[in-house]
């Protein structure tokens, strides 16, 4: 082990439980590659392409009668910092997916400006993924990703997509945006999947 | 904050900078330190293996004190590729966990441990057949000035003439980063890897700095009268998040599809860089 002479660090009580390398942010950090999309809720709308039969559409509107649900999580960003307690409101993905008949078992998740991340499709349903369009009680702003962003919460970040549009159903676990730039096809934070290999 | 300006340059050459499958950590020992500004300075840090990294790639940064806690960071890589070698430029952040050490204890001869390079979207190798002739525009806020001055580091060092304009807002002539260099690099705009140079100062202007104090405005980002096109081919904006909305609402203003526009941000607060 290496020791940096000198270094003592923080040893903050209430970063004990975190993910590994994580460290607690009382703010929320922006990370996005490109310039904030400005999406108005009229524009928007959201699809799933299965592999076969027709590509499944919700308007804004449609999405509004879907039953909605508090999400009340941490999240936790490969840049290394982690957020407690964070309070969202959106649709599972479970409500979304209850029509769509699939026998592919990855997903490319689809954003406006053109942002991509591939997942599991079982890390999206089972109650583990939300389209979310609230934050802390108010509008979700353009610039986490509002008017609706993916939320996946037990995978890094990265993964909840912002601006999301689409789903597109895929074979095998083609690599998205951040992935195809050496981070992990996965990105399990608790084992610490930050990069290709880890 | 210390004023030394010592370097031991192992003295190698560049190398190509092709990312290694094999991501781990590596021991680096600290080999030298350059005053940046009166809050920042550069380490020059020895790491055995390292093989390269491209401009704008950044490293991770684990420290572990001697009861074996650890922290981790993510710092922008501040010099072109040279074997063996990692450098960072760091900013005092007076109440963060990682950047006092970096930026005020860490003393030659010191180590912790470096991981990568990482990320590979912001990042402007000279010869980028996407860029083409350019131009290609850099706009930094604050510390965000730092992969941006890599890039600049190695256009110089290809010796490439894509015509380049740095465009860097800072709040006052204590926080310039990398001045002498910066003044250099755009004294003689016909000398080969020279790039015009804007400095934004958006609180207090230095005796004799024609620009008022003022936030980065469309003027600013106008194209030199030398560019042979309005728009750049490839614009980067890297900078706290607000200063990046702040500068990707005046490009899409004066014209810029979003493709061209690349940025790197860092977070408003709570965040140690």
Known sequence: MTISRGFFGHHDPRAADLPPGQHLTHGFPVLTAGPTQLISTDKWSFTITPESGKPRRWSWGEMMTLPSEEINVDIHCVTRWTKLGTRWRGVALDTFFEDIETSNEYAMVHSYGGYTTNLPLEDLVGGKAWIVYEYEGEPLPAEHGGPARLLVPHLYFWKSAKWVNGITMQRSDEPGFWESFGYHHYGNPWREERYAGD | MTDTSKTEDPAEGPVEATPPAGN??????????????????????????????????????????????????????????????????????????????????????????????????????????????????????????????????????????????????????????????????????????????????????????????????????????????????????????????????????????????????????GVDR
């Open chain 2, 24 to 269: 781990h950590w590596r021991e680096a020992t600290l080999i030298g330190v350059q005053s940046q500004s009166r809050h920042s300075r550069t380490l020059v840090l020895r790491v055995p293996g390292w093989t390269g990294h491209l401009p704008g790639q950044h490293v991770d940064v684990r420290l572990t004190s001697a009861d074996g806690y650890s922290a981790q960071r993510s710092y922008s890589l501040a010099e072109p590729a040279t074997s063996n070698r990692v450098a960072v430029t760091v900013d005092l952040l007076p109440h963060g966990e990682v950047s006092p050490y970096l930026a005020e204890i860490m003393e030659i001869g010191d180590e912790l441990e470096v991981r990568g390079p990482i990320g590979g979207w912001f990042v402007w190798e000279p010869g980028d057949p996407s860029i083409g002739d350019g131009p290609v525009l850099l706009i930094a806020g604050g510390s965000g000035v730092v992969p941006l001055v890599t890039m600049l580091r190695a256009r110089k060092r290809a010796e490439d003439s894509t015509p380049t304009m740095l465009v860097y807002s800072l709040r006052g002539p204590r926080d310039l980063m990398y001045g002498p260099e910066l003044e250099q690099m755009s004294a003689d705009l016909s000398a080969p890897g020279s790039a015009e140079v804007r400095l934004v100062y958006t609180r207090k202007v230095p005796d004799g700095h024609p620009r008022p104090a003022s936030h980065l405005a469309v003027e600013d980002i106008q194209p030199p009268s030398a560019w042979p096109e309005p728009l750049a081919a490839r614009v980067y904006v890297c900078g706290p998040s607000g200063f990046v909305d702040h500068a990707t609402g005046l490009l899409r203003e004066v014209g810029y599809p979003g493709d061209r526009i690349r940025t790197e941000r860092f977070g408003p607060t």
